[in-house]
């Protein structure tokens, strides 16, 4: 008992330290800042209602495209709908930064489609241009309506028909039944998706940085501010962008709860899946189907593609007209960009394992203790999932940058340290969330079967709590594991040269116009995310026996 | 088998203990005092807002069967938990065999327990289940499995998955797992709850045979008076936290201590001191078949219900000034609407005086 006291007030000091720490040092060095000067810049002001009004419009968007998947998918049955199912899902394993110059390779001035048009219709330029507002929304809603399509299809399949058919004897016809049954009981996966997608989308900086031009959102203009070296006013943007974000994670820590109210009364089955009866409808559907994940794969394949092209090959011709491995060749024999795969999975590792060490120490304490501690706990391992990136980024610069150790503060800018330790804050939240989700669901009973049996702290710890939450930490670590891997706003901002990850190196390879070299890179990291999530479900789901 | 109950009571007595034990137990007190090798003394637990546990004491003799009865909230689990160790007293000591055990974690006592609803680790098989507290050799360790198995008749059932077997099946495991190491102590929390009606009482049978195969000495909680009344040697009744009173089944039904026991073990009508021979403006307890229709009994009444039990019939009467009767008696004695007169054979509680 008295032991565990100590424990739970460990970790909530080593918490703090990592978690609130980096957020007060900016709050207390922004306050010295000239906040009225700040006031009166309408760029500032511009850059924050951008930041707003770019992710209002990106939760519509998401929304307008997930939601009626969700449904397609979960109420018809039509050929293929297993596959594709799974398909529309794939944009979640795409990094930011890949996804964004897949994108730019798609349906940048140069990219297949423009070139294809140009070709097509004999034109003197590109018929448009990737840039501002419009080609940030088009990246946001194609990655981020993948959390509306998941949170509406689950709950969709936890719905109950009875419920839907207790409705129809009611005499409510389908349009009643839809509005006053369905969507009632969707509002918690609604607004659960809607407040995701608001805070990515808050703190997305891959697509506003390449794509912006002088369009500038709260995430870009910290940086840019940042670059030009007047770093108090960059703290003060870095304040005004948490408080926004903060609020933010207020309203998904109320909504959470609100949401666990409206769980459903009894277990029921979900309705049946409706079959096209109609063969033509069938295979319009079906077709349409396919074209979506074509047009959903596009990106990916096209990343692919590049990477094989070598660098200066490829001009003006409609299709890359030399295909090579130079580009997979140049990563794996040159030591600097070697290196820097070595390095991303060194320190995706190494986060992730912390991350998963603290999820387990916090397990226990959140789970079964009745300590107000755990509350405590639990939110600051939240934390970091409402802060962006960038936020994160400067906030731990700030933080570890002077030596002061009587306040935590240790000089660790500049070394091999800070961006593993950057991963590793990003990354509590997803190994927290899952670890304690498992913990939750254990039987405290078998742990306590244990004890009564002799086993000690660790016997209990690898033999019955390990095993138990594999699918929990397999989950939980494969996408920690995967974000910092594809960690691209963090890296730029706290990298060093001896450890340089994969997202600074395409960052690069982009700037030099080495386009193939960055595709080979965000090939890699396509393909490793993907292996590591696949691994994460297989393992999670033999462990579900 | 022989090799379990050696173990489980680490030498000399235990088995002399249990052949005598059921004889025993009518003698409640002081044999038993004198050899307890189980004490609690004065436990006391507070969680905030309630007083789980006030000082409670008691003594388990050496391969005595002791349950812990009462109504949900009685704090009988919680007395479980600091006997285990998952729960820290406020006040008090845990004795075993002369060892002060209090302060000792769960994984240190050597205490076995069988959890409500089992707790088998649903990763590893049987055999791994069985064998988990064991620290042997692998050969000894599964020829040790092997024979507890045997003893809960699942022989050979090693390497079947513990998910696949059937309630009663898990509890033998459970309780397979819980011996395997030889505690000092065996400890049941509502050992049968979880086991559908039919099932039960067979299953009651079994436990009963098994443990005093073994002769550990055991406490278990249950909410049953019947599950207590046929597995405990003795039974200790728990009501908000105290103990109220411990003895044998008879003991209980009989001369129960307390308002509380009289109306929880068993039947009990409360009447007026007056209509029993006692004092006036006291309330006495009286069986339902303690009551008896009688021309000449002193409460007139009228018969409004009828219960039918088999052997006989519980009667519902109601008396003057709104008093309502249990009566058992023949199931064809009085018919309903009928007035009757009831007189007191004996009185429950208070003790004292015939009534």
């Known amino acids: 008992m008295r032991r565990g006291r100590w424990s739970a007030v460990l970790l909530t000091a080593l918490l703090a330290w990592l978690v609130a720490g980096p957020l007060a040092v900016v709050f207390t060095e922004a306050a010295g800042a000239d906040v009225a000067a700040f006031a009166r810049e309408p760029t500032e002001w511009q850059a924050l209602w951008a930041s707003l009004w770019i992710s209002a419009a990106s939760v519509a968007l998401s929304a307008l495209l997930g939601v009626p998947l969700a449904f397609v998918f979960e109420r018809y049955d039509f050929p293929g709908r297993r596959v594709l199912g799974a398909l529309v899902a794939l944009p979640a394993v795409m990094p930011p930064l890949v996804g964004v110059i897949a994108f730019y390779f798609l349906y940048g001035e140069t990219g297949f489609v423009s070139h294809a048009l140009q070709a097509a219709f004999r034109l003197d330029g590109a018929p448009w241009r990737l840039q501002g507002p419009g080609a940030i929304l088009l990246v946001h809603a194609y990655s981020m309506y993948v959390y509306f399509y998941l949170f509406v299809r689950a709950a969709l399949a936890r719905m109950d028909a009875s419920v839907l058919e207790a409705a129809a004897s009611l005499g409510a016809g389908g349009a009643e039944t839809f509005r006053r049954v369905t969507l009632p009981l969707l509002r918690p996966a609604l607004a659960g998706a809607a407040l995701l997608t608001f805070m990515t989308s808050l703190g997305s900086f891959s697509a506003p940085l390449l794509y912006g031009g002088g369009f500038r959102v709260m995430t870009t203009q910290i940086r840019n501010t940042s670059v030009n070296g007047d770093q108090a006013l960059a703290l003060l943007e870095t304040a005004v962008l948490t408080t926004v974000a903060l609020l933010g994670f207020a309203l998904v820590q109320w909504q959470e709860r609100r949401g666990a109210s409206v769980a459903s009364v009894g277990k029921g089955t979900p309705p049946a899946l409706r079959a096209i009866a109609n063969p033509f409808a069938r295979r319009a559907a079906a077709a ?214 994969i997202s600074a190196q395409i960052f690069s390879s982009l700037r030099v116009n080495e386009l193939g070299v960055a595709a080979a890179f965000g090939v890699v990291l396509m393909v490793v995310s993907a292996a590591a999530l696949g691994v994460g479900a297989r393992a999670g789901g033999a462990g579900d026996r | 088998m022989s090799e379990t109950r050696e173990g489980g009571e680490g030498g000399e007595g ?203 000495t055991t406490v278990f909680v249950t909410h049953e008076q019947e599950e207590a009344f046929d597995l405990g040697d003795r039974v200790a009744v728990l009501h908000q936290g105290r103990l109220e009173q411990v003895g044998t089944p008879d003991e209980l039904y009989d001369r129960p201590a307390s308002a509380f026991v009289a109306g929880f073990v068993g039947r009990a009508n409360g009447l007026p001191g007056e209509l029993a021979g006692r004092a006036a403006g006291s309330t006495v307890l009286v069986r339902p078949e303690r009551l008896r229709f009688d021309p000449a009994g002193s409460i007139a009444g009228t018969v409004t219900a009828r219960r039918f039990a088999g052997g006989g019939a519980y009667f519902t009467v109601a008396a003057a000034s709104g008093l309502a009767l249990e009566v058992f008696a023949r199931h064809d004695v009085v018919t309903i609407g009928q007035s009757v007169r009831i007189a007191v054979d004996r009185v429950l509680f208070p003790p004292g005086g015939p009534g």
Not at chain 1, 313 to 336: F, I
Not at chain 1, 341 to 359: F, H
Not at chain 1, 391 to 414: C, E, K, Q
Not at chain 1, 436 to 450: K, N, V, Y
Request: charged share 20%; proline share 6%.
């Open chain 2, 14 to 216: 235990g088995e002399g203990g249990e052949g005598g034990e059921e004889g025993e137990g009518g003698e409640e007190g002081d044999a038993g005092r004198l050899s307890a090798y189980l004490r609690l003394e004065g436990l006391a637990k507070a969680f905030p807002g309630h007083l789980a546990v006030d000082n409670l004491s008691l003594e388990v003799t050496r391969g005595e069967i002791v349950a812990l009865l009462g109504p949900s909230g009685s704090g009988k689990t919680t007395t479980l938990r600091l006997l285990a160790g998952f729960e820290t007293p406020d006040a008090g000591r845990v004795v075993v065999d002369g060892e002060d055990v209090t302060d000792l974690p769960p994984e240190r006592r050597r205490f076995g327990m069988v959890f409500q609803n089992y707790a088998l680790f649903p990763h590893l098989d049987v055999g791994a289940n069985v064998g988990f507290g064991l620290r042997l050799p692998r050969e000894a360790a599964s020829r040790r499995v092997a024979a507890v198995l045997a003893m809960v008749d699942l022989a050979s059932f090693e390497r079947r998955a513990v998910t696949a077997l059937s309630g009663g099946q898990q509890q033998r495991v459970a309780l397979a797992r819980s011996l395997a190491p030889e505690p000092r102590v065996l400890l049941l929390d509502e050992p049968l709850s979880n086991l559908d009606p039919a099932l039960r009482e067979r299953t009651r049978r079994e436990l009963r045979e098994a443990i005093q195969r073994v002769g550990i």
């Open chain 1, 288 to 501: 349409a189907g396919w074209l979506l994940a074509v047009l959903l794969l596009l990106p990916h394949g096209t990343l692919l593609l590049v990477s094989f092209v070598p660098v200066g090959t490829w001009t003006t011709e409609a299709l890359p007209p030399v295909l090579a491995l130079g580009n997979y060749r140049q990563m794996l024999t040159e030591k600097e960009r070697l290196g820097s795969l070595l390095n991303s999975l060194w320190m995706a590792s190494a986060a992730t394992a912390g991350a998963i060490a603290l999820a387990l120490w916090a397990g226990p304490i959140v789970a079964r203790g009745r300590r107000a501690l755990g509350r405590v706990i639990e939110t600051l391992l939240a934390l970091p999932w409402a802060v962006p990136g960038t936020v994160l980024a400067v906030a731990m610069a700030t933080m570890f940058s002077v030596r002061a150790p009587w306040l935590g503060r240790f000089v660790l800018v500049g070394t091999v340290a800070i961006l593993p330790l950057a991963y590793l804050v990003r990354n509590l939240p997803l190994t927290g969330r899952a670890v304690l989700a498992g913990f939750r669901q254990l039987d405290p009973a078998l742990d306590e079967a244990a004890r009564s049996l002799g086993a000690g702290r660790w016997r209990r710890l690898l033999r019955i709590t390990m095993p138990l939450l594999k699918p929990a930490l397999a989950a939980g670590g494969a996408l920690a594991f995967v974000t910092a891997l594809g960690d691209f706003v963090v890296s730029v901002i706290l990298e060093t040269y001896a450890n340089r990850p």
